[in-house]
């Protein structure tokens, strides 16, 4: 058989007396099996409601799915029929020979109540549906075919023919694998009456930004291409292909292929891994017994075990019925206990490993009463299996000096019992130290990471006051405790000589000592002529409170993300409002705080002899710190642009710049270049890249279609990020923007019943996404604070294997 066979009898119309042929053999349809088979076929049903002449769109599309049956593979080829005669839908013996087909319509009410049943019964005995651009407004009385198509066009979406990107957010379906991530063509654009993401799979999304969607827009997440697995059946739909060119474009033409290779049963795809319905959230752990926590602490991170345990970290605050002792002159000021428990899938039992006795058990308050330091961030040792050893970031209590309100940071190495998941706390070995001041909160950071190289990545906040600055750089010199300063990031992220607002890395060695990796951002030897210094456990400097990195092993790329300051709104004197900020961090970099945030946009210097008048706005490609409070070098590394940031008016804020690129920092004249996260009361918390593991068998693991995606979060539920971002190796090193985005809120669930306040995730083993809510409360464990796991339900791909049409080569 050809391309192009016409059914005697069958078929009318002009594409039909143009190419009679002999009509091939007939089967009978059965849900035992399916439509088709070896020998595939495809119909294009091209009846329109619409009077006047056939479109030039349904001829050219015609034409095009008769070529596209002919490329490629033997295995993956099939011949083609079209008709406009309605009535095929009534026949089940001659529908039943086609492994799909495609809607190629005008729109309008053009199937009858019987053959809207043929076409039912069709799908339900495992059929194949393609609705090209109109297909969407046919039918338009009927639940049932909406929900084959998954959306309905809204009555005042545009006409016109429009340049626009559409981004291609799966990378794994044949219909989309081989298509760039932002892909700019022109086309009608439809926009939805009801947002269909999360009941069908996007497979790809029109970037509002790069044209004009009109008054029924849909926002940052508007789907152009999806598919399901409906009735029975496979159903894919593509907003795309409205106009004559569309069939001329090698990639649209390839976007086609790909949804009929799939529907006609020549090849498998996952369509259900971003639909909502297939994840379940399971909240492991119960509330603790009353005046203990004997299930979780004051939740702070989490890692996982190769054989799928779970250990995650408590703070250090206390049940609330607890005392916190707030008085400097009482020796116990502060002290709590930094709880490491283990959740063990096998039992569904939690152990309590052991508990440091860490200063950080102080709650509410103001400035100078709150506490963030404590057990701050958990790693286990890359063979861990065979020796037991995990690292905790912690602030010990035994180290404070109450007159001088300082502290001592360590990282320390403990070996836990593998049989027990005990730990023996006397088995701790000292790996690193450093001095922070304790007189006023905040900024700890705690986060650590190991690379495939066997570095330790440890992130530490600026050790710095929210205040004295009004929200915007923490750059105000004057206030101290006894010499120490506590408003200056400068002595601190903008040091080189300080670990504190840092990302450090460091090479564990089994003595318990390290060894510093080449290419940190210093070697640790470099001088000025001021006396100043470097410390060459820094790999990155310039963030404000790194509570959580990832390293992805398959690269060693650093993901990273930190809490900006608390100005609401960007000052013309002072500077951005506050970024919240996450950065892809491929080499060692300086990346702005306390002198630039964002895509490198300067605040104001405030030195002496008086901080509450500006002086200049900092160099971002030449900053300097001239702090009184610096004893590192003066000339610092150029600012690294970030990837992400957000403020209470949007995602990636940014304003038209002077001669001297001076942001005008002005509110109506900003742009948005990331308008799927806004701020507001916001805390970034960094995710992981997800890795896909073929090899595991046991159910639960999320899809291949997640992996390479970076999971990007917020503390707080509202308007913030819970996203899945794709970003351009090309550019993300520099600070570019991520490329596609999509909401992981339906299936990390946001709410009070739900993961409300986002501490920590990460995947384990299984391929589970495993996930710690903080609580209701501040500085403190409650009955909602819990360990949660999120899994797949949805099964593996369609069709299965033994329905294929043909075995795959």
């Not at 399916?34 to 056939?54: D, K, M, Q, T």
């Not at 694998?177 to 999304?205: C, E, I, M």
């Not at 997440?221 to 009735?231: E, G, I, L, N």
């Not at 500077?575 to 104001?604: E, H, L």
């Amino acid at each position: 058989m050809t391309a192009g066979i016409v059914a005697a009898g069958l078929l009318s119309g002009p594409a039909a007396s143009a190419r009679p042929a002999p009509e091939p053999p007939l089967t009978t349809m059965s849900i035992k099996s399916p439509p088709g088979g070896a020998n595939a076929r495809v119909l294009i049903f091209y009846g329109s409601a619409a009077a006047g002449e056939e479109s030039p769109v349904v001829n050219a599309g015609i034409e095009t799915i008769e070529k596209i049956g002919l490329t490629g593979p033997a295995d993956q080829q099939f011949t083609v029929v079209a008709t406009d005669d309605a009535s095929v839908f009534t026949n089940d013996t001659r529908l039943s020979r086609f492994n799909a087909v495609v809607f190629l319509t005008g729109g309008g009410d053009v199937l009858d109540p019987e053959q809207e049943a043929g076409l039912e019964a069709y799908m339900e005995a495992g059929g194949g549906f393609v609705g090209v651009h109109d297909a969407a407004r046919a039918e338009p009385y009927s639940d049932w075919f909406t929900g084959l198509v998954g959306a309905r066009p809204a009555a005042s979406s545009p006409t016109s023919v429009q340049r626009a990107t559409v981004e291609v957010g799966d990378r794994r379906h044949p219909a989309t694998k081989d298509l760039p991530v932002q892909w700019k063509r022109p086309d009608q654009w439809f926009n939805w009456v009801k947002n269909p993401s999360g009941d069908v799979h996007t497979v790809a999304r029109v970037r509002e930004s790069t044209y004009q969607p009109g008054e029924s827009k849909n926002g940052w997440d508007h789907p152009v291409s999806w598919c399901r697995d409906y009735d029975g059946g496979r159903s894919f739909y593509t907003g795309m292909g409205g106009t004559v060119s569309s069939y001329d474009e090698t990639e649209f033409r390839g976007h086609l292929r790909g949804a009929l290779l799939w529907t006609s049963r020549l090849s498998q795809a996952d369509c259900k891994a971003t639909i909502n319905a297939n994840y379940k959230a399971e909240r492991l752990t119960q509330p603790n017994q009353p005046g203990q926590n004997d299930q979780i602490g004051e939740p702070h991170g989490l890692v996982t075990a190769p054989d799928g345990r779970v250990l995650y970290i408590g703070r250090g605050g206390a049940d609330s019925s607890q005392p916190v002792i707030t008085d400097w002159n009482n020796p116990d000021i502060g002290k709590g206990k930094g709880e490491i428990h283990v959740y063990d899938p096998k039992t569904k039992k939690v152990t309590l490993a052991g508990a440091l006795s860490v200063f950080g058990n102080k709650g509410g308050g103001d400035e100078l009463i709150k506490v963030e330091e404590g057990l701050l961030g958990i790693e286990l040792d890359p063979r861990f299996e065979q020796n037991g050893w995990v690292y905790l970031h912690y602030t010990p209590h035994s180290r404070i000096n109450r007159d001088t309100r300082m502290a001592e940071r360590y990282v320390s190495r403990f070996t836990m019992d593998l049989a027990t998941n005990k730990l023996d706390l006397g088995s701790e070995k000292v790996l690193l130290k450093w001095p922070v001041q304790i007189h006023s909160c905040c900024h700890s950071g705690g986060g650590m990471a190991w690379d495939s190289r066997g570095n330790l990545y440890v992130a530490t906040g600026d050790n710095n006051s929210s205040g004295f600055s009004d929200g915007y750089s923490g750059n105000n010199p004057q206030p101290n405790y006894k010499g120490v300063s506590f408003a200056d990031a400068r002595r601190t992220a903008g040091n080189t000589n300080n670990l504190n607002g840092k990302i450090l890395r460091i090479h564990p060695e089994p003595d318990g000592t390290y060894t510093l990796p080449e290419g940190n951002l210093f070697t640790g030897k470099e001088t000025d002529e001021g006396g100043g210094k470097t410390r060459g456990e820094i790999y990155v400097m310039g963030v404000r409170n790194p509570a959580r990195i990832f390293v992805d092993k398959s690269t060693d790329t650093l993901y990273a993300g930190w809490v900006g300051p608390d100005a609401s709104q960007p000052s013309t004197t002072w500077g951005p409002a506050k970024y919240d900020t996450f950065a892809v961090i491929t080499k060692a970099s300086n990346r702005g705080w306390p002198y630039c945030m964002g895509n490198k946009q300067p605040y104001r210097d405030r030195n002496l002899p008086d901080p509450t008048k500006p002086l200049g706005w900092y160099n971002c490609d030449a900053p300097k710190n001239e702090s009184p409070n610096n004893d590192g070098l003066v000339n610092l590394p150029p600012v690294t642009g970030n990837n992400i940031w957000y403020s209470p008016q949007g995602g990636a804020p940014d304003y038209p710049r002077n001669a001297s690129g001076i942001p005008s920092y002005k509110t109506a004249e900003a742009t948005y270049g990331l308008p799927w996260l806004k701020g507001g009361g916001q805390a970034a918390m960094n995710g992981p890249v997800y890795r896909y593991n073929a090899s595991v068998t046991a159910g639960g693991q999320w899809p291949a279609y997640w992996d390479g995606k970076w999971f990007v979060g917020d503390f707080y539920d509202a308007d913030q990020p819970r996203n899945a971002v794709i970003t351009d190796p090309k550019t993300h090193g520099d600070g570019g923007l991520p490329i596609h985005s999509e909401s992981l809120k339906k299936i990390v669930p946001i709410g009070n019943d739900g993961i409300k306040n986002l501490m920590d995730w990460k995947f384990g083993p299984d391929g589970s996404l495993y996930v710690l809510d903080y609580g209701r409360g501040f500085f403190t464990s409650d009955a909602k604070s819990a360990l949660w796991r999120v899994t797949f339900t949805g099964g593996g791909p369609t069709p299965a294997a033994d329905q294929l049409a043909r075995k795959a080569e």
